[in-house]
């Protein structure tokens, strides 16, 4: 007997199933280009099919090709990108010239960290695409079950982050340009709020699971107090090239707190948010600490003496970040003579040391070897496999980049706002190809530890895709 159509619809739709119920169809392909429709139109069809060829269920079948309909949503996309970009410029050329920078300035600073976050949210699809044609098993790497998130699911999240971010970027632009500064105010504060209540959550929708493994595993980075994971020191290496955002966010969280958003007073060389802060090198320096204190457990545990050696690496960042910050704090020729050369010396030690650690230990780059053996052909792996440019490309961009990121832990040196973003960008880039080396030589580690999965026995991405949302990671 068949069950009723509200019945069955009640099953499939996961907000309405029960926990742990499972769907009558399942969504596989969701989320790809040619298929993204797929779910919402193979239900109709079947039950069309259930109640007779001449049910008026049967029109619901009746829709635009997917393919069609990813097209549309393109188009609608570069729409909204084209309108956001043209008020966005009309807002900043209605200012008055002596406050267009300050204005941009300020602007820069509300929205820098989430269009990085955003950004790197990106990236960390496109490296999950790349692993899962390749013969790299991440989810074993980060000892993920089989219902974590796939690249599908992170370019989902990124794709809405990069809807929300810059239309309320915009808005505050159009607001502020026409005089309604309250208004303006509002919306980075808005936008920040919300983003916190999404990752706390606890309801079980937008993902909860992987909502609260990255808040764990942010908690166990902040208090390492038990044997430190993969997870963990991975995640702790990616906010190391992510201090100038919770630089930028401690600044937007000072000036939110006193009343200080849409106005300029906060450029005064008193103000309590200004760049002669000494929040500034103290929040710039977290990561480095939790990274410094995370080798230090690992010392604990496994009395490897490369952990001590790796701690020091990262102890070689504080010099630079608080040698900068004296330039605000001492008499200008001290600065010239002394603690200029000083940061100058250790701003060199700390690149230097950190290129060599992640040719020879974090990728393992002494001897050049064949890595991402994709599982199938494509322009992907004819580009990247076997070829020796890549290394090359790879080690003397990391080199460059090491050098370039010391601009952005110098807080004398950011005054540009243009330049400062896009040695962010740069540095998140140096991070998005140091992800592939480096979880590629643990999963060669974990392949000669005695760990090998037959290539028919690795799950494809299209395998692992389930119908329900709630993915556990």
């Known amino acids: 007997m068949f069950e009723s159509p509200a019945a069955i619809a009640s099953s499939h739709n996961p907000h309405l199933r029960k926990p742990g119920g499972k769907p009558v169809v399942s969504d596989l392909g969701a989320g790809e280009p040619g298929n993204s429709v797929q779910e919402g139109y193979v239900f109709p069809l079947m039950i069309g099919e259930m109640k007779g060829a001449n049910s008026p269920m049967q029109t619901a079948a009746i829709m635009p090709s997917p393919v069609f309909l990813w097209r549309f949503k ?55 695409w790349v692993f899962s044609q390749s013969t790299v098993n991440y989810a074993k790497v980060f000892d993920l079950d089989q219902n974590h998130l796939t690249h599908r699911e992170i370019w989902k999240c990124s794709i809405w982050m990069t809807i929300i971010v810059p239309t309320s970027m915009t808005a505050y632009l159009y607001l502020y340009s026409r005089g309604e500064v309250s208004l303006a105010a509002s919306q980075p504060v808005t936008l920040y709020v919300a983003v916190a209540l999404v990752l706390i959550f606890p309801f079980d929708i ?21 044997p430190i994971s993969f997870p963990d020191f991975f995640l702790a290496d990616i906010l190391t090239s992510m ?61 490897e003496k490369a952990t001590l050696f790796n701690a020091l ?93 010391t601009y952005k832990l110098s807080a004398h040196l950011r005054h540009n706002y243009l330049t400062v973003f896009m040695v962010a960008t740069l540095e998140m880039l140096r991070r998005f190809q140091w992800i592939f080396f480096r979880v590629e030589n643990e999963w060669n580690k974990v392949t000669k530890s005695g760990f090998q999965l037959p290539m028919a ?17």
């Open 74 to 128: 393109i188009i609608l996309f570069l729409i909204w990108g084209f309108t956001c970009c043209k008020i966005g410029w009309d807002s900043v050329m209605r200012m008055s010239a002596d406050l267009r920078d300050l204005f941009l300035y300020e602007a820069f600073l509300y929205y820098n960290p989430l269009l990085l976050v955003t950004m790197m949210v990106w990236l960390w699809g496109v490296c999950l």
């Open 243 to 303: 201090a100038k955002v919770f630089s930028d966010l401690e600044r937007s969280v000072c000036r939110m707190v006193h009343r200080q958003v849409a106005t300029i007073a906060w450029f005064e060389a008193d103000s309590v948010c200004g760049s002669h802060s000494i929040a500034i090198p103290l929040v710039l320096v977290i990561p480095y600490i939790w990274r410094l204190m995370q080798c230090l457990r690992q010392y604990k545990d496994t009395k």
């Open 313 to 405: 690496k990262y102890s070689t960042a504080v010099p630079v970040i608080f040698l900068s910050a004296l330039k605000y704090h001492v008499l200008p020729d001290r600065w010239t003579y002394v603690y200029r050369r000083l940061w100058l010396f250790s701003s060199v030690v700390n690149s230097l040391y950190s290129f060599y650690w992640d040719v020879t230990r974090d990728w393992d780059l002494s001897v050049f070897t064949r890595i991402f053996k994709f599982n199938k052909p494509s322009y992907c792996s004819n580009l990247l496999y076997g070829r020796q440019w890549v290394y090359f490309w790879v080690i003397g961009s990391n080199l460059i980049l090491r050098c370039t990121w």
């Open 457 to 473: 026995d690795i799950p494809r991405e299209d395998e692992k895709l389930l119908g329900s949302t709630n993915h556990d990671v």
């Open 206 to 226: 937008f993902y909860l699971s992987t909502r609260y493994f990255l808040l764990r595993t942010l908690w166990r980075i902040a208090l390492p107090l038990q």
